[in-house]
Each structure stands twice: as C-alpha cells, then as structure tokens.
C-alpha cells in the first residue's frame, strides 16, 4: 500500500512535447505538493494545493498546470517541454489543519527532455 | 522569509568515523518544523526526524543524532560510527505554522556525504 504514488516514474520525451505526472495519497491528507529537483539536487516547491484549491504558485512559467481533481489526487501537466524542465519531480502530502506536520514524499518522476 | 544553510556541500569519511553535517536556519516566527531526510543514490527522499520550535531536546536514535539550538539558529545532524551505506545526500529542511506558506518545507542545498570502506 504505497502512501504516495507517482507515475510515471522515468519520463523520456522531446523537446516541444506535452506531458503528464500524476500523484495520488491514500493517507487522507488535505494538502498536497509539487517539488522539483534540479541537477543541483536544489529541492524548490513549485505548486501547493489544500483540498483542491491552489494556495501556492512559486513562479513557475505558464507551461506547467497543476491540477487537482479531488483531494487525493494532484497531477502536473506541463506543455512545450523544454531542455531545462529535465529535473526530479516529487510529489508530498501532509495533514496541514491539525496534522502535525508529517510529510509523505512519493518515490519521484525524472523527466529527462531531449 | 525563511532560509536554511547547509554550508558543507560535500564530506568525505572513511568508515567508523564519526561526522556531524551543520544546518543552519532563518525565520520570524515563533512556531516552526526543522526535518532532516536522506537521499540515498536510489533517489527516494527518506525521512528521518521531525523537530518543533518548543523543543529543544537533543535526541538520539541509534547511531543518529540531532542538535537543536535555538540560540544560534542551529538544528545539526552527527552520525556516530559512519558506515557505507550512510553514503547519500542529507537535506535539512524547515517549516513554519502560517496559513500563506500552507507548511510547504524550505530545503537546504543538501550535503553529500561520502563514506569510503
């Protein structure tokens, strides 16, 4: 019973292509995360989302779409892919009211653009 | 703003020494998270403790140990006895209790730790 899954987990794909990365937690928690990991390994929040309703957009461009259909689930889309979106990208959920704080990260996606 | 400071980018040791990765963070506010998590080359980010502001206990779990110090804005990590397989990237991370940042973590630049057999 994985807590937080991810898919795909490896992405190949060229330059230009549409993509998607789908999240989904089985924990019950209200609040769920995009992270990316550049080369650098430098872990930086893109997206924050607490009962399907965004509350965080740390200046990603346009390309990148997040979307939440329900509380359990939180997918990234991203359009046009370019050579500097390959990265590591993690998914986490937490209890935010009340929760204490427990972070669960899935096991990650690397996109690797060509 | 929040930040955090893990100055030591890269450690190399020889097995069963003993090493202490720093941390370093910054914030306004009176309520906080700190979090340590490994990231071994399989990619996977492991959690490995959890801190609040109000507690300032040192804590012990096996061979790992933490080092909280609100006085100088400190929360650092020693393994005791290294092995191989402590071989992974550590990243310090902390959180504060306001709505705006909805608990998102603020990461460090991370440490690579290299523990030669």
């Known amino acids: 019973d994985t807590a937080v899954s991810q898919t795909p987990k490896y992405l190949v794909t060229q330059m230009g292509n549409d993509k998607s990365i789908k999240c989904e937690q089985n924990?019950?928690?209200?609040?769920m995360y995009w992270y990316k990991q550049d080369s650098k390994k430098f872990l930086k929040i893109m997206f924050s989302?607490?009962?399907?309703?965004?509350?965080i957009n740390e200046t990603v461009p346009n390309r990148f779409s997040p979307k939440s259909p329900d509380k359990a689930h939180l997918n990234l889309h991203i359009n046009s892919l370019e050579l500097g979106d390959s990265a590591v990208y993690f998914c986490?959920?937490?209890?935010?009211?009340?929760?204490?704080?427990?972070?669960?990260f899935g096991s990650g996606t690397r996109l690797t653009v060509v | 703003a929040q930040k955090v400071t893990q100055a030591q980018t890269e450690i190399s040791v020889v097995e069963k020494e003993d090493v202490t990765l720093d941390c370093v963070y910054e914030?306004?506010?009176?309520?906080?998270?700190l979090f340590w998590y490994k990231q071994p080359p399989s990619g996977e980010l492991v959690f490995l403790i959890r801190?609040?502001?109000?507690?300032?206990q040192n804590e012990i779990s096996g061979r790992y140990s933490w080092n909280f110090q609100k006085s100088t804005s400190s929360f650092n990590f020693t393994i005791t006895a290294s092995q191989v397989v402590d071989s992974a990237v550590y990243f310090c991370?902390?959180?504060?209790?306001?709505?705006?940042?909805?608990?998102?973590?603020?990461f460090g630049r991370g440490t690579q730790l290299t523990v030669w057999p």
């Open positions: 986490a959920s937490t209890q935010f009211l009340g929760g204490g704080y427990g972070y669960t």
């Open positions: 924990l019950g928690h209200d609040t």
């Open positions: 989302y607490n009962n399907k309703e965004l509350i």
């Open positions: 914030t306004r506010d009176t309520t906080y998270y």
């Open positions: 801190r609040n502001s109000f507690d300032e």
């Open positions: 991370a902390l959180s504060v209790d306001r709505g705006s940042t909805l608990g998102r973590l603020y």
